[in-house]
């Protein structure tokens, strides 16, 4: 109870970690607390893509839209390794939004977000082009290819949750804010180890609720606060298929209900395919694809590719919760995209509240939490807008290195496939080399739980990434539960649970963890 921090945050989401990540880096002490894992919630359960979102210029969500594509290339540009690009294929659909509705909205989505590394659209000839080819013969003979970029989404959170500990940020998993109360201008939370049950309190000159579809709860944790504004949770679910096509493109398919499904090449031999928006009014941490949503996804796609996807091609689904600001749209997929911030102050002690956002504008969202904070806050000592510059951990590199990268893996651990020195940098980035260490086997690197993971990784995550179950490791750090059987995943928590004593997470080392 002696420490009062400047900042702390209840949420390690990408909104939470972000505005942990900033804060340090201009010299405030900082505390995170996330009552599961990091990226738990909403933020690993996106489309995969950091994009200016083509659909929201329907909505007249021009600064939205604008504000996500600048963020776009500079997201790319921190964190080359967990983001790259993507082209899109539109087909035109003659029943639909007229082609010139189209042309139009694509030159302003190419111009209003200062596009420089990127490629433009273009106009295409499905008759004949490559990316005409998985599509119904005959049915659609034009469209247009435009540029945006994919993200492995729980990797860019925990990513930014290390470099904000590696400045000295307190980051604390499996911690629920089991109460928030302020006394005399400070806020104290008490913390319960969801784990232990053990419970501890700390205390803090600000304080940010960026708990996402928990925001109300934390309000009324005894907060003193009666909200203004109201979250609108909405259902947005995925599933996953063998792949359905040979090329790197993706797809943006309309449907006549007016949303938008993507088809996205996904972790190598998969098809990514979501995502549904409806409201949902239940439990956030129970949320699953419902029969419904999964037809629907299917027949969506299937209105386009001359193979028809079925229900029963489905190797995975993942559904979350976006906690979107409630402006009373009459129907989920109006709903705004953008954040609001909601900042109240009782009895003298700053609470940030937030409301809604985007993978793609965490970083200008994080900039203006703290603008907004700023008052209340000393620390000033890095300068502002810092981080659209400085890489995320591994991400020191430039955006065309990672062939180089994966070419020097495989020449100083001749022992890697080509495929397992890939997956290390596209995960890892520089930092492959501290997990493969002095190795010079596969033995070196110790366990093997199947699909190139090694007990030097897991130990890598359990220390430096917060990882403490199978889960946090094959579904959030990486994908290879669609590579690893059931047998592998009960092995790998057998193995962490034996091993978790020594393996804590490394907080932060006054620099590089």
């Known amino acids: 109870m002696e420490k009062v921090f400047d900042l702390a945050i ?22 995170l607390c996330e009552m599961n894992d990091l990226a738990s919630g ?9 994009h200016g979102g083509l659909r929201y210029l329907e909505y007249f969500e021009f600064r939205l839209v604008r504000e996500a ?17 993507l082209r899109f294929v539109l087909p035109h659909h003659s029943g639909l939004r007229p082609a010139w509705r189209l042309r139009l909205g694509l030159f302003l989505y190419d111009y209003i977000g200062g596009r420089k590394l990127l490629p433009p659209t273009r106009s295409v000839d499905l008759a004949h082009d490559e990316v005409g080819k998985p599509l119904i013969p005959g049915r659609f003979t034009r469209g247009f290819e435009y540029s945006d970029c994919f993200v492995d989404d729980a990797r860019l959170v925990v990513l930014t949750a290390r470099d904000a500990a590696d400045r000295g940020a307190e980051i604390r998993t499996r911690t629920r804010a089991a109460q928030v109360r302020h006394n005399d201008g400070i806020w104290e939370v008490t913390l319960e180890d969801t784990q232990s049950g053990v419970r501890n309190t700390i205390r803090a000159r600000a304080l940010v609720n960026a708990a996402g579809p928990w925001v109300e709860a934390v309000l009324a ?20 298929v063998p792949k359905l096509y040979d090329h790197d493109r993706a797809y943006i398919f ?4 007016g949303r938008i499904v993507f088809a996205i090449p996904y972790q190598g031999d998969f098809t990514l395919i979501g995502t549904t928006d409806r409201d949902y009014d239940g439990d956030p941490s129970q949320v699953k694809a419902t029969p419904d949503e999964i037809s629907y996804l299917c027949d969506a796609v299937s209105a386009y590719f001359a193979r028809p996807v079925k229900p029963a091609d489905v190797v995975w689904t993942f559904s979350g919760v976006r906690p979107l600001y409630d402006d009373g749209a009459s129907e989920a997929k109006a709903a705004t995209r953008d954040y609001v911030f909601e900042l109240d102050t009782p009895g003298g002690a700053p609470l940030l509240s937030i409301y809604g956002g985007k993978i793609t504008t965490y970083r200008r969202l994080s900039e203006e939490a703290l603008e907004k904070l700023a008052p209340y806050l000393k620390g000033k000592t890095a300068e502002e807008g810092w981080t659209a510059h400085q890489p995320l951990p591994g991400g020191d590199f430039a955006i065309d290195g990672a062939p180089a990268l994966i070419a020097g893996l495989t020449r100083d651990y001749p022992f890697l496939s080509a495929a397992h020195a890939h997956r290390l940098v596209h995960a890892y980035g520089t930092r492959a080399r501290d997990l493969l260490g002095a190795a010079q086997s596969m033995a070196d690197l110790g366990c093997d739980f199947g699909a190139t993971l090694t007990e030097a990784e897991v130990r890598y995550l359990m220390q430096r990434e917060w990882a403490c179950s199978a889960d946090d490791i094959v579904w959030r750090r990486s994908k290879l539960g669609l590579r690893l059987p059931p047998s592998a995943l009960a092995a790998l928590d057998q193995w962490i649970a034996a091993h978790r004593a020594s393996d804590k ?7 590089r963890a």
């Open 69 to 85: 594509l600048i963020e776009r290339e500079r997201l790319w540009q921190i964190a080359p390794h967990i983001i790259g690009p």
């Open 505 to 511: 997470p490394q907080q932060h080392a006054g620099g």
């Open 10 to 31: 209840i949420g390690g989401g990408i909104n939470g970690c972000g505005i942990a990540r900033d804060a340090a880096g201009r010299g405030n002490s900082v505390f």
């Open 254 to 257: 309309q449907n006549a209900d």
């Open 221 to 240: 944790s005894g907060a003193g606060v009666n909200a203004a504004s109201k979250v609108r949770l909405v259902q947005g679910s995925h599933i996953v």
């Open 42 to 50: 909403t933020s690993s359960w996106s489309t995969k893509l950091i």
